[in-house]
């Protein structure tokens, strides 16, 4: 495939995923401070997984021009981007003020059960297998924030939750700083790889899109147990 092949692959993963039964229950509980609350601390927990997750992607692959990718990527992600000067975790605890949290509350959050097996789950697939299905599991939850190819159903993640916020916890898109950069963030990250698939997915390209549906099955699994978690809350 070329890279519009992968762009309309990937895309329709993440179609099939943000318009699922899962994420419509998920998208459909009321949001009230501490299910806001839960949900912050959860996705601080996934955002710093991901950095040992990338970290395992580097290192088994064998590529310098990809690996100078990742870095670039992680980069922006852990140091510094136009969203922040401290990284994106930074991000996740300026927004958690607007809810109460203090920064050792994101720091210091714990996993619920699925969060935990689905962050083993990621972890293992970037660590044990080959690099592209690492890379693959990596990038395709990242299309789903993509509101170009997702608009008709409401658009990305962080878009459709940032306008959950706004309604229920009557706060604004200022208040939400990560919600607001990756709205941006993840669109620039989605298209950084596509070449990487176009040069090197040429004689793997149902092992790509298998790990990229196993972290799509992968994603649900982590948004339903957020949603259940939410729902056993007031």
Not at 135 to 162: F, P, S, V
Not at 218 to 227: N, W
Not at 229 to 234: E, Q
């Amino acid at each position: 495939m070329d890279a519009n092949g992968w762009n309309a692959s990937f895309g329709e993963l993440a179609r099939d995923t943000m318009s699922s039964p899962e994420l419509e229950r998920y998208y459909s509980v009321p949001i009230t401070r501490a299910r806001a609350q839960l949900m912050l601390q959860q996705l601080s927990l996934y955002v710093r997984h991901r950095r040992d997750c990338w970290a395992y992607v580097s290192g088994n692959c064998p590529v310098l021009t990809v690996k100078q990718k990742i870095l670039a990527h992680e980069y922006e992600e852990m140091i510094r981007d136009q969203h922040s000067e401290h990284g994106h975790l930074d991000l996740i605890i300026r927004q958690g003020k607007a809810i109460g949290l203090s920064a050792n509350d994101i720091l210091d959050a714990k996993p619920i059960p699925s969060t935990s097996a689905t962050l083993y789950a990621w972890g293992w697939i970037c660590k044990k297998k080959h690099w592209l299905e690492g890379l693959a599991a990596m990038t395709m939850t990242e299309w789903n924030q993509d509101d170009r190819l997702l608009a008709d159903l409401g658009g990305g993640h962080a878009a459709r939750m940032g306008d959950l916020w706004v309604k229920y916890l009557g706060i604004t898109w200022d208040d939400l700083p990560n919600w607001k950069a990756h709205r941006a963030a993840d669109k620039e990250h989605v298209d950084m790889f596509l070449p990487v698939w176009e040069r090197f997915g040429v004689a793997a390209e149902e092992t790509i899109l298998q790990a990229a549906r196993e972290s799509e099955e992968l994603y649900r699994v982590y948004q339903t147990g957020i949603a259940d978690a939410m729902l056993a809350l007031s």
